[in-house]
C-alpha cells in the first residue's frame, strides 16, 4: 500500500509538473525551463517552512509566487526567440539555477541544529510534514487537491478567451498579431503561469521528499515536464495526466522486473506513441493517423 | 484614411518597393495591381508592419504608424488577408472570430468581455458575420477541416471580426472557380457598404476591374499608373507592363 500512495505522491506532482508545461506549449513554444522553475519552488518553500517557520500553505503560495516572479523576468528576453534557440536558453536557464543552488550556502541555527541549503550537500531537514504528523495518505490528499484545483483552473482558463487566444499564437503568430494580439503579453503570462504551477510542484517535492539537492532539478527533469503535455496531447488536460500515469506509473515503475532494458523499451514506446498519434494521445478528432493515411493512399 | 508618402523597401540591391505614393480614400476600394514581383505584396506587409520601411512614411487616420508593432496596427484599425490562408487551423470556426475580437469596452464588462465569455453585442456582431459568410451552420468545426472556400470567406470574417475600418485583401480570389468570385465581389461590396474601406491586391482582372473605385498600378516597385479601371486599362505603360514593350510597339 505504501507504495502507490508514494507512486501517487509522484504522480501527482509530475502532473502538475507538466501542467506547467502545457501553458507554455499552449502558445507554441518549447521550454526546458520549467525544471528550473520546479527548483526554485521547491527551495523557496523549503526555507520558508524550516528557517522561517511559515505554514505550509504560505510557503507553498511564496515558492510559487517567487518562481512565477522568475518566470517573469525571463519571460521577457527569452520569449523573443523562438524554437530551437528557444530551447536552448531555457536549458541553460535551468542549468543556472541548478548551479546557484549548487553553490547556495544559507545555514541557520535553530534549536534543532543547523538548516537551511548546503551547497553541494543538498538542503535537508525539511520536516515540516513529520513534525506536524501527516501521514502519507494526507500528504496524498493534499497533493491531490492541487493537482484538482490546478486542473480546474486551467480547464476554464482554457475555455476563455485567454485560452483562445493562447491557442491561436501557438497556431500562427504572424495571424495573430495581425489580429490585434500582443505576442509577448499572450506568450510572458503562459510563461509566468507556467512558472508559478511549476513553483507549487517544487515545493510539494520538497516538503515529502525532506531533502533536496541540485541533482533533483538536472535537465531530465525539465524533459519529462515536456513530454507529458506532448505525449498526452495538447488539446486536453487530461491528456496530460493520464501520459503521467502512463510514464512514471507504467513505464518507470511497472516495467521496473525489466532492469536496464526498461530505458530502452521507454524510448521505443515514445516513438511508437509518436507514430502512431503524432498530435498526442488524446486529441481531437479521436483517429489512428497511421490508418486514416494507409486508407487514402489506398484509394 | 491611409497616406503613403515615399514609402520604400530595399532588400539588399532589390528595391521591392520604391518611393511609393499611395493615398486611399475612406470608403472607397482601391485596387492593387501589378506584374508578379512588382512589390504589391511587400506593399501589403509594410502597411500592416510585417517589414519595416527603408525610407518614407505611413500615415493612417491622420496619425503616423510606422514604428507600431502589427499588433497595434491592427488594434489602430488596419486588418488583413493572407495569400496563403492563415487560419488558426486548430480552432473551430467560431474561436477564429473569438481571438480577433477587438474590446475598446473598460472596466468589468470590458474584463469580462476580453477575458472571460464576451458580452451579447459582441458575439451578436460575430453572429452577423457567420451568416454573411454563410458559415453559421460549421461554427464548431475546426477551421482546418473548412474546404478552401470557407477557408477563405472564413478568413475575410476574421479580419472583419477585428471591427477594422482598413481591410487589406492579399489575392482573396486565388484559387477560386467563377461562382465563388462572384460571391466575393458581392461580399467586398458589402463590407464597403458597411462603412469599410478596402484595398485589394489582385490577379484576377475582371475582379478588380468590376469591383474597384480606383487602381493604382505597380511595376519593379513603382507606380506606373493610377486612376479609374477605364483609365487604367487604357494606360499606355499598364499595358506595356502586362503584355511586354514588344508587343505594345507592334500595336
Keep these: ?299 | 484614411m491611409l497616406e503613403l508618402s515615399k514609402l520604400s523597401r530595399h532588400f539588399g540591391g532589390v528595391k521591392a518597393v520604391d518611393e511609393l505614393d499611395l493615398v486611399v480614400n475612406k470608403g472607397e476600394i482601391m485596387g492593387l495591381i501589378g506584374p508578379n514581383g512588382s512589390g504589391k505584396s511587400t506593399t501589403v506587409n509594410l502597411i500592416t508592419g510585417v517589414y519595416r520601411p527603408s525610407a518614407g512614411t505611413m500615415h493612417f487616420k491622420g496619425s503616423d504608424i510606422s514604428q507600431l508593432d502589427l499588433h497595434q496596427r491592427s488594434q489602430l484599425g488596419i486588418a488583413r488577408t493572407f495569400q496563403n490562408i492563415r487560419l488558426f487551423g486548430n480552432l473551430t470556426v467560431w474561436q477564429n472570430l473569438w481571438a480577433a475580437r477587438v474590446v475598446r469596452e473598460t472596466g468589468w464588462k470590458g474584463f469580462r468581455e476580453r477575458w472571460l465569455s464576451g458580452a451579447a453585442a459582441a458575439r451578436e456582431h460575430s453572429e452577423e458575420l457567420l451568416e454573411f459568410a454563410d458559415l453559421a451552420h460549421k461554427r464548431d468545426m475546426l477551421a482546418s477541416q473548412l474546404a478552401f472556400g470557407e477557408q477563405r470567406r472564413l478568413e475575410l470574417i476574421r479580419a472583419a471580426a477585428t471591427d477594422a475600418e482598413l481591410l487589406l485583401l492579399d489575392e482573396p480570389a486565388a484559387g477560386m472557380n467563377a461562382e465563388e468570385i462572384h460571391d466575393l465581389e458581392a461580399r467586398i461590396r458589402s463590407l464597403r457598404d458597411q462603412g469599410r474601406t478596402i484595398l485589394l491586391i489582385e490577379h484576377h482582372m475582371e475582379l478588380v476591374m468590376g469591383v474597384c473605385d480606383r487602381i493604382t498600378v505597380l511595376n519593379f516597385g513603382r507606380k506606373i499608373a493610377e486612376g479609374t479601371p477605364l483609365q487604367v486599362q487604357q494606360d499606355a505603360q499598364v499595358r506595356a507592363a502586362y503584355l511586354g514593350a514588344d508587343e505594345t510597339a507592334a500595336v
Design chain 1, 1 to 299: 500500500m505504501d507504495f502507490y500512495l508514494g507512486l501517487a505522491q509522484i504522480i501527482g506532482i509530475h502532473t502538475l509538473l507538466g501542467l506547467s508545461a502545457w501553458c507554455v506549449l499552449h502558445t507554441g513554444q518549447v521550454s526546458l525551463a520549467q525544471g528550473g522553475f520546479f527548483a526554485i519552488g521547491a527551495y523557496v518553500a523549503g526555507m520558508m517552512t524550516t528557517i522561517w517557520h511559515w505554514p505550509l500553505l504560505l510557503a507553498l503560495a511564496m515558492g510559487a509566487m517567487v518562481a512565477c516572479a522568475v518566470a517573469f523576468v525571463v519571460g521577457f528576453p527569452s520569449l523573443r526567440i523562438k524554437g530551437l534557440m528557444l530551447v536552448v536558453a531555457t536549458t541553460a536557464f535551468s542549468e543556472i539555477i541548478r548551479l546557484f543552488f549548487f553553490n547556495l550556502k544559507y545555514r541557520v541555527e535553530t534549536e534543532g541544529g543547523a538548516v537551511g541549503p548546503d551547497g553541494s550537500l543538498g538542503f535537508g531537514g525539511i520536516r515540516y510534514l513529520p513534525t506536524h504528523g501527516w501521514s502519507t495518505f494526507e500528504v496524498n490528499v493534499l497533493i491531490w487537491a492541487l493537482v484538482a484545483v490546478v486542473l480546474l483552473s486551467l480547464w476554464a482558463l482554457d475555455r476563455s478567451r485567454v485560452g483562445t487566444l493562447w491557442r491561436a499564437v501557438g497556431e500562427d503568430e504572424l495571424a495573430a498579431q495581425s489580429v490585434g494580439i500582443n505576442l509577448t503579453t499572450a506568450k510572458v503570462s503562459a510563461f509566468a503561469l507556467g512558472g508559478a504551477i511549476a513553483g507549487l510542484a517544487g515545493g510539494v517535492y520538497a516538503h515529502y521528499a525532506t531533502h533536496i539537492e541540485h541533482g533533483n532539478f538536472g535537465i531530465l527533469l525539465s524533459t519529462f515536464a515536456i513530454a507529458y503535455p506532448i505525449l498526452g496531447g495538447l488539446s486536453s488536460l487530461a491528456g496530460t495526466l493520464l501520459a503521467v500515469v502512463f510514464i512514471q506509473g507504467f513505464l518507470l515503475e511497472g516495467l521496473r522486473f525489466m532492469g536496464d532494458w526498461r530505458s530502452l523499451l521507454f524510448g521505443v514506446l515514445i516513438v511508437v506513441v509518436m507514430l502512431v498519434r503524432p498530435n498526442g494521445l488524446l486529441t481531437r478528432p479521436f483517429k489512428l493517423s497511421i490508418l486514416h493515411k494507409g486508407r487514402a493512399g489506398a484509394e
